[in-house]
Each structure stands twice: as C-alpha cells, then as structure tokens.
C-alpha cells in the first residue's frame, strides 16, 4: 500500500471530526476517532469467522464449561466476539445504538475488551449518544474497509500514526512521546541486529524483543519484521511498556492482530512499575521522551537506588530530575542477558537519545557516573549522530547509542563514533519538525558503514575515513583537578573597613564591639603588609582605648575578613604550616584520564601561574563523549579583503536602488 492509501484512509476516519465540531472540543476529536478505528479494524480482522465464533458461543452458552479455548480456535486470533451483532447492524438502529454498542464491546474477549477500556469507551459512547450523534458515527466507521486484506499489519500502523499525530496537533501535545518515524526505526533494527545475521538464521531461532517506552509499538512491529525477514521460521516474542493510555491501547491491539500475545504489553511507568520484572531480553530499543522530568516517580528511583545499589536498576547513579533518558537505558542494561563461559547469550540495545545525555553532568555528577559504569564495564559499541529535523517533535540533532555485553574480539574496549548528520533527503512536506527523512539508499549505507567501521577508521585513503572514529573507552575519560593558589592579602583600616566591622556578626556579639570600634577609627588610613604588624598595631589600639584584645579563631578569623584585603603583591595566608587556598582563585582542569596530573600542572598551568598546586583530595574521575567535536572541522573565516569587496558590492547596490527611488 503506498502512502497516499493509508492518508486517504486516515482522512476518512478523522473525517469523523466534521460530525463531532461544536459537541466536542477539537483536543477531544482523538477520544472518539482512535478508539473507533481501533474497534473497527478488529472487527474486519474477525470477520471471516464471526459467523462461526457466534455459532460456537450459543452452543456453549448453557455447558456451564468457559469456551474461551474454542472461541480462540474457531476466530484463528488470540482474541473474539461472541455477538452475532456488527457496527452496521448498530447503525441501522439508531434508537438502541447506544445499548447495542455496549453489549457488542461487552462480547469481545477479555483482552481485547480491556483495550477499548483504557479509551474510557463506555463514556464515549454516552456522551455521543446524548448528543445524538452515536449512530451517525457509527455509519461513518461502517464505512471503512480496514480488512487485512486491504490494509496490511505493516500500513495500519501508518495509519494509527497519522490519526495519532494529528490528534497530538489538536491537543497541543508532542506526536513524537508516542511513535517515531519509520525510517529511522529501520536503520535502528537494522544496525541492532545487523551482526547477529547468522545466527538469526539458524533453524529454530527464537529472539526476545522490549521496548520500555513502545507507544504504538513501531519499533516492536519493525524488529518482528527484519527477523521474520531473516528466517521465515524464527519465533519472535515482543515486550513492552507504554504510559499513555491511548498509544498502549492501539500497540496491544496490533499484537493481538498479529497473533503475538497482548500480555507482553505492561500499563505503566517503567520506572515505578516495571511490568517484566526479572526479566532478560535478546534485544532492547527505545525512544524515551527527550528532557522529560521524572518527579513523579521520584520516591521510587531514589528508594531503589539507595536501598538496593547495584542489586537494583539504578545503582550506577541518578540523572537530573528534569531529564530520566539515562534511566531508561540503566532499566534496559539491567534485563541485559548474561554472557556464557563460551561467549553464548547476552544482549544488544539501541536507544535514541538527544546531545545531553552525551556530556551533560561534571565529574561525579549522576550523569558522568552513569556513562563511567556503562564504559568502563565495554557495554557501550557505537554512538550514531542523526540529522536533525528528522523527529516530528523537535529538531534538535539525535543519536543513536548502541550498547551490547558481548563484543566481538576486535571491538573489545573500543567505542565507534559514526557521523551521519549529511545523510539525509528533504521532504516534499512538512510533518510538524520533521523536515527531513532518510531514504533507503542512506539506511543501507549507514548499515554497511556502521558494520566495516574499524577497516575504515583505520584506512585514511577511504573515501568516508571522515565519517568514522574509533576510540578506546578510556579516551572518553578525564580527571577533574582543583587548582588552587594561595590566599595574599594586605591590611587597612578604611572607610569599608568600619563598617565591614559593624556588619560582623561574629565581632558585634563581643562585649568589647564598642572598644574596638573606636581603636579601629584612631587608625584610620594605616595599612601593613604583614599580618603580625597590623595585628600588634590593632592590638596597641584596643589596650590604649581602654579594652582587651580578643581571643580564639572565630575572632582572629573575622578580624582578618574585615581588615584583610586580596592583593597579588600581598603576604601569603598559611593554615597548619600549609599555604591557604584562596577560594576566589580556585579553578579546574579537566586532564585526560591516562595522563600525569602534575605533568599536566607544570606543563599547561604553571608557565603563567607558578605559585599553583592541586588538592588531590578533591579530584574526581568524568567520562564525557563530546561527537561533535570529535567531527569537528575547521572552517576559517572568509578574508577581511573579500568582506569588504562585497560590503562595498552591496553599498552601491543599494545606492543605485535609492537613486532610482528618488528619480
């Protein structure tokens, strides 16, 4: 079926929206067309054994035996309906559709039932019923040819995309929480199972499939594919995990379709509610949400984190609370399976991400932590920076991370970087952000690029040597040093001075605050360039004004901030016998992880600043893994000469143009 089919088909459901304008607000349209398509594609996948399904229920119907297992067999589905009613038949009956519309929902199976639950149909359906527009409704779905026949698996899911979409334009939401575009789900499957072609031929190959954010469930259908594709007889088993109510609805109902079993589809929050716990997969994918807050689960993450470390999904570390992309791929990396003694089982996953999870996060930030684990346990293969413009919520530039727990020998502790921002065609039309697509010559490209990436990295004569980098793990690791220099300070009494003094707590709680006060005055304008001098002149001032000098640290600490002045030229401050770090001058390196750090220091710091050191106490360990700049070409501005040439192109233009306005 070619695109302009399943538009023409999805036009024809959303044309529903014209009957529904001035009873429902345009952001309520999707709750009445999604859930209607949905029934009526189930209803043209039974049809062919309606009449035998109905059969079989009446005779059971007084067995007092559950016929569940024959209606099963007599539908050929995983799914039935017991009625002998159809859409058609309720639309011609307009003064009993609302009725009869419920008790044909009430016949389906329990799992398909459940489906049109999480629609909140029974609303649906009295709200258009009181409006009168019910039946109408109904006769416009009775329309629709949605047999399997005319409309494959593959194209409903085209379909279900752009009815969804359009109901995310209208209500203000992003189409993209729920399903990605398809052809960037074709390069993701493709490079995730790419080198597991062999074996995905064997005979008898069964592969485990999740996807902890699966929307409409896409990427799952896509993967069904490439491996059916691969070996007619492997037997595939799809997972997955979807939040919003509406997308999990339609992605069970096309595994129901498909023969693949509903249960695998969990409602709720992988996070709070991990709907296949203990569970280990063959392959894992996703999209997350990009940037989106995990507040609402936060009680949870962090018990599980605390109480359970490493034992638990997100022991590695926490990310920014307004961005939980790093948890989803910690909760896809604990269903990794295990490797064997003999180099058997074990896992591969593909996650899309936007730039932050890349960089974002210092050393020992939640961030850097969780990229350390991931590189320093080898789980990390590839990085795929994606053009932008490419998702229909955003069009900032994607990648792709790549992870598996078991690498081929000679990618052992190395990470291949591949850059494919230029591969990319321009679309005919918009679709929200979305104004790019790859086409199928870019995917096979990108594919056979991704799999000979070591030979092209190492071969500077390739013609895409440019477009592929392979670094050791540790390349991505850095040491973040505090460099610090000493705290110099001259004395004075001043202006500022006073009232510094006034202004300090710790000296205007002293009973002798007064006495000091006006010592201080009778040396106003004095400095000292060691601390010894002022403190014996201060002294000398406070005995002669008729009080006693102070005692202890938290004074001589105070005294020393309101009569102390920073000065490059000043008297070096020593704590302990120690020079004392001025907090001001303190900065930070990032040096490379393999690399010395006092080399590093008398190399690049020290030939400007020779009085520094490093608190090794404070050094901490980052992993960042920075694409862009790894592909980074420079590009030198144009020369001044030619600036100017055309600048003075331009002033006569516009001369020229003025001239002729004025003629």
């Known amino acids: 079926m070619n695109s302009s089919k399943h538009t023409e088909l999805a036009n024809h459901a959303w044309s529903v929206a014209d009957l529904l304008r001035g009873d429902y607000k345009q952001s309520d349209y999707g709750k009445v067309i999604l859930p209607f398509t949905v029934l009526r594609r189930l209803e043209c996948v039974l049809e062919p054994t ?54 044909y929902v009430g016949a389906f199976s329990d799992n398909a039932r459940g489906v049109l639950d999480r629609f909140e149909f029974a609303q649906q359906i009295k709200r258009l019923d009181d409006a009168d527009l019910l039946y109408k409704v109904i006769g416009k779905f009775t329309d629709l040819d949605l047999r399997p026949e005319v409309v494959p698996n593959h194209n409903m899911g085209y379909i279900f995309e752009e009815l969804i979409r359009r109901f995310a334009e209208q209500s203000n939401e992003t189409a993209g929480e729920h399903f990605t575009p398809r052809e960037v789900i074709q390069l993701m499957v493709r490079l995730l199972v790419a080198p597991d072609g062999d074996a995905l031929q064997l005979p008898g190959a069964v592969r485990t499939v999740l996807d902890p954010a699966c929307g409409t469930g896409g990427m799952l259908s896509a993967m069904d594919d490439l491996i059916t594709e691969l070996n007619p007889d492997a037997t595939v088993e799809v997972y997955g995990q979807e939040l919003n109510p509406e997308s999990w609805a339609i992605c069970r109902s096309d595994l129901m379709i498909k023969g693949q079993d509903p249960e695998n589809i969990a409602f709720g929050n992988s996070f709070s509610d991990d709907g296949h716990a203990r569970k280990s997969f063959d392959y894992m994918l996703a999209n997350p949400p990009f940037g989106v807050e995990w507040k609402k689960v936060q009680d949870e993450v962090e018990h599980e984190h605390k109480a359970l470390g490493e034992a638990g999904r997100f022991g590695a570390g926490l990310p920014r609370i307004n961005d939980g992309s790093l948890l989803f791929l910690q909760h896809m990396i604990s269903k990794m399976k295990p490797v064997d003694v003999n180099g058997g089982g074990g896992s591969r996953l593909a996650i899309v991400f936007n730039g932050s999870p890349l960089f974002t996060g210092a050393a020992g930030s939640g961030e850097s932590e969780i990229r350390r684990w991931i590189l320093e346990n080898d789980w990390l293969e590839g990085i795929v920076a994606l053009p932008d413009q490419l998702f229909y919520n955003t069009g900032i530039s994607t990648y792709f991370w790549i992870l598996t727990n078991r690498k081929s020998p000679d990618q052992k502790g190395k990470v291949v970087l591949l850059d494919a921002r230029d591969q990319w065609q321009k679309m005919r039309k918009s679709l929200g952000d979305k104004r790019k697509a790859l086409g199928k010559e870019h995917i096979t490209e990108l594919v056979k690029l991704y799999g000979e990436a070591l030979t092209v990295a190492g071969d500077a004569e390739h013609p895409l040597h440019g477009k592929v980098k392979v670094f050791a793990n540790e390349d991505f690791g850095y040491q973040r040093i505090t460099v610090e220099r000493p705290l110099k300070l001259r004395f004075e009494v001043t202006e500022e001075t006073l009232t510094a003094l006034e202004a300090s707590k710790a000296i205007q709680k002293l009973p002798q605050a007064p006495v000091l006060t006006d010592a201080f005055k009778s040396l106003m304008g004095t400095s000292w360039d060691k601390k010894q001098e002022a403190w014996l002149a201060l002294k000398d001032a406070v005995v002669q004004a008729g009080g006693t000098w102070p005692t202890g640290a938290p004074f001589n600490k105070a005294l020393r901030d309101v009569v102390g002045v920073r000065d490059p030229e000043g008297e070096v401050q020593f704590v302990k016998g120690q020079p004392e770090p001025d907090a001001e001058l303190r900065d930070y390196e990032n040096v490379p992880l393999g690399e010395d750090v006092e080399e590093y220091l008398k190399r690049e710091v020290c030939p400007h600043m020779p009085d520094t050191w490093i608190d090794h106490s404070k050094t901490k360990i980052g992993y960042e893994i920075p694409v862009t700049r790894h592909f980074y070409i420079y590009q030198p501005p144009r020369p001044l000469d030619d600036i100017d040439l055309e600048l003075k192109s331009v002033e006569t233009e516009i001369q020229r143009l003025l001239g002729e306005v004025t003629k």
Do not use: C, M, W
């Open 50 to 103: 309606r009449e035998k399904v109905a059969e079989i229920a009446e005779q059971h119907k007084e067995s007092g035996i559950d016929p569940d297992r024959f209606l099963r067999r007599a539908s050929g589905h995983s799914f039935y309906n017991r009625s002998g009613l159809t859409l058609k038949k309720i639309a011609g009956d307009p003064k009993n559709a609302a009725q009869n519309l419920l008790v």
